[in-house]
């Protein structure tokens, strides 16, 4: 079991002759994803590396292939019109990876998506795997090992970070999901912790945080509130020095200065296990699953 | 991207939104004179991207030339929050009746652009927003529909009793949420808006943060950046496609991947050293950048040591290495340096690496514990 991908789904690719999208559909090709189509204008009817077919737009890709994810590496200032693309095509599951899509866009992008009933990962974010059965996105394969302990963190090179410190600690892994960074995105941390809670698989969660927002602070409380797992969490930035802050709207909009000390509190007081450093997310894991 | 004040204020005025005028100076003599030109009372405003600076000293009134010749003298010598000031907004006093308080800023929470607004505007307004929160209006925009008429009245009567004025402050919050569109703004603030004793609305400060990934399709907010007025590291990291940030302490960090950067640094202090920067070199890596990344570290004196944290998923761990061995024979260290180094290539890096005297760690604590000895002189632990 896994949450949001596995073995059954079929995944388009948009932007699949691009450098990032071809370098990333060969990558998860490699792993076992069923990549079942690509999308770019203008080269519909081609064929990717022989045997994956080019549509020139989503919604045929979908009719044809019977598509049920896409993953998108277009670039940024096109990632709005790929991500509505895909909703309009029905696509139940979309994942951008694009880095640098205005916030401005997101704020359309994330009420059309919603409203089509599709759900968005990303933008800005590494995608997500279920070790053994797909890969949607660019997190490296052979860090990740099949196993009970679901991840999602805001980050990317520092979840691999931690998958490869719990690999190494023998801790497989039902999902590693990347949200992305962005201040608008489509699927938050609730929204995982809510699906590793109903996994039968996933016994126990790590969730990865960084400095900024209120986004940690209310998934640990919903930690409290609804999750019968144990949940255990690391948050990058202790160190960060205090910006030089343009303006009060920030600080008044949420009420908070989203520094890693509010986060690890509200983590303590919330009953999420807080590692001081990556490494300890094993320790803590360990002593969670006893 | 910070703009300044009287950037913002251009903007704002080309919307329609009533702003006294106001002139640049970059000597005292010339605040002098565009003092003298307006005649009257005038104020000095440090023009620096940083908040805060009425409470550093960078907001001055002046009753005479002389005296805002003064003032701006005094202002353009000071630095707030460690950014030098130089340039002035001089600008005739206005009668201030009231402060009001308007800013819109893209929430996480709602995921849409939020107007919030108060009667009790002025410095203090985060205090008014934590202790009265009752004082505060917000209201989530549609992106679709934009602030219609309707709603812009309620925030406006929220502000204002007087009709008149309720109506005036409508329309500045329309003009304000067109300039906010229009500039691919963040934030975009008025603090204070003001009534004057006749009965009349205006903004007197104006405070835009223009969302970086705009820039592209905008070219002439983007040739607003006043790069003399940024930290001379920060822009040439920038120019280098490299996010960069200064700090004090003496562990130079090379690090790919924003969260992995916060994360060393952290692990730095957890093991007794302190950070001489933020550095992230981002996702696809090459060569070059990793020779850009070594340029700007090592100008840093205080640097003592250099770490290489780099886990390669798109980043190719060879090419870094590549760019470590470039950098030094252009430029040999005189600090020592410690390479963490795993992922895509590694055994290529690897190679790459011992074939020109240097050697690499795998495990990432290791390696900070080792860079932090080194910097500190102690002993490895």
């Known amino acids: 079991m896994s949450i949001f991908v596995d073995k059954n789904t079929r995944l388009l690719v948009q932007g699949i002759t691009g450098r990032d999208g071809s370098f990333h559909a060969k990558q998860m090709i490699e792993y076992g994803t069923q990549v079942v189509g690509g999308v770019t204008p203008g080269k519909g009817g081609q064929k990717f590396e022989e045997k994956v077919p080019i549509f020139n737009t989503v919604a045929e890709a979908v009719k044809q292939t019977g598509a049920n994810a896409t993953v998108i590496y277009v670039p940024p200032m096109f990632a709005a019109d790929a991500m509505m693309e895909a909703a309009d095509a029905r696509i139940p599951f979309i994942v951008c990876i694009t880095e640098g899509v205005p916030v401005l866009d997101m704020t359309r992008v994330y009420l059309y998506v919603r409203e089509k009933g599709s759900r968005l990962l990303g933008p800005n974010c590494p995608g997500l795997i279920s070790p053994g059965e797909s890969k949607v996105g660019i997190i490296p394969g052979r860090i990740c090992t099949p196993g009970p302990i679901g991840l999602v963190s805001r980050s990317g090179t520092l979840t691999y970070e931690v998958v490869y410190q719990m690999t190494r600690a023998k801790m497989g892994q039902t999902t590693c999901v990347g949200i992305g960074g962005d201040p608008i995105n489509g699927t938050n941390f609730i929204d995982c912790l809510e699906a590793f809670e109903k996994d039968a698989k996933t016994t126990a969660v790590v969730m990865i945080g960084e400095i900024g927002g209120t986004d940690e602070q209310d998934a640990a409380k919903f930690v409290k509130e609804k999750m019968t797992k144990p949940v255990v969490g690391f948050i990058a930035g202790q160190t960060a020095p205090p910006g030089r802050r343009m303006g009060h709207a920030g600080a008044i909009i949420s009420g908070s200065a989203g520094t890693a000390a509010e986060k690890m509190q509200a983590f303590e007081e919330n009953g999420v296990g807080v590692a001081k450093r990556p490494i300890d997310v094993v320790d803590l894991l360990k002593r969670a699953m006893r | 991207m910070n703009i300044h004040e009287y950037q913002a204020k251009e903007i704002f005025r080309k919307h329609g939104i009533p702003i006294p005028p106001g002139e640049i100076a970059i000597t005292a003599e010339e605040a002098e004179s565009i003092a003298m030109s307006y005649g009257g009372t005038v104020v000095v405003k440090a023009q620096v991207h940083a908040g805060g600076r009425g409470?550093?000293?960078?907001?001055?009134?002046?009753?005479?030339?002389?005296?805002?010749?003064?003032?701006?003298?005094?202002?353009?010598?000071?630095?707030?929050?460690?950014?030098?000031?130089?340039?002035?907004?001089?600008t005739p006093a206005a009668d201030i009746a009231t402060e009001a308080y308007a800013g819109i800023i893209v929430d996480r929470a709602s995921k849409k652009a939020v107007f919030m607004v108060s009667p009790a505007g002025g410095i203090d307004i985060e205090e008014v927003a934590a202790k009265t929160p009752d004082k505060?209006?917000?209201?989530?925009?549609?992106?679709?529909?934009?602030?219609?008429?309707?709603?812009?009245?309620?925030?406006?009567?929220?502000?204002?009793?007087?009709?008149?004025?309720?109506?005036?402050?409508?329309?500045?919050?329309q003009q304000l949420y067109a300039a906010f569109v229009a500039s691919g703004a963040s934030l975009a603030e008025i603090n204070p808006l003001v009534t004057t004793p006749t009965g009349e609305v205006i903004a007197l400060d104006a405070k835009m943060v223009v969302d970086d990934?705009?820039?592209?399709?905008?070219?002439?907010?983007?040739?607003?950046?006043?790069?003399?007025?940024?930290?001379?590291?920060?822009?040439?990291?920038?120019?280098?496609?490299?996010?960069?940030?200064?700090?004090?302490?003496?562990?130079?960090?090379?690090?790919n991947g924003a969260g992995l950067a916060m994360a060393t640094m952290d692990l730095v202090k957890y093991y007794g050293g302190e950070p001489a920067n933020f550095l992230d070199i981002g996702g696809s890596s090459n060569p070059e950048k990793v020779v850009n990344a070594l340029r700007i570290i090592t100008s840093d004196p205080n640097v003592k040591a250099i770490l290489f944290n780099i886990f390669g998923g798109i980043t190719r761990t060879d090419d870094v290495a590549n760019g470590i061995v470039t950098a030094i024979k252009e430029n040999p260290l005189k600090v020592p340096l410690v390479i963490r180094l795993t992922g895509t290539n590694e055994e290529i890096a690897l190679k790459i690496l011992t074939e020109n005297g240097l050697s690499a760690m795998t495990d990432m604590d290791e390696a900070v514990k080792k860079a932090v000895a080194l910097a500190t002189g102690s002993k490895v632990a």
């Open chain 2, 136 to 173: 505060i209006l917000r209201h989530a925009v549609d992106p679709r529909y934009g602030l219609q008429g309707f709603e812009a009245m309620q925030l406006g009567f929220f502000l204002y009793k007087d009709v008149k004025q309720a109506r005036a402050a409508a329309k500045i919050l």
């Open chain 2, 55 to 90: 409470k550093a000293g960078g907001v001055k009134l002046a009753k005479t030339p002389e005296e805002a010749r003064k003032v701006a003298r005094d202002i353009l010598k000071l630095k707030i929050k460690d950014l030098p000031v130089q340039k002035v907004l001089v």
């Open chain 2, 213 to 255: 990934n705009e820039l592209d399709r905008l070219p002439e907010i983007a040739a607003l950046r006043d790069e003399s007025s940024e930290e001379r590291s920060e822009v040439a990291a920038r120019e280098a496609n490299l996010t960069f940030i200064k700090l004090d302490g003496n562990v130079g960090c090379v690090v």
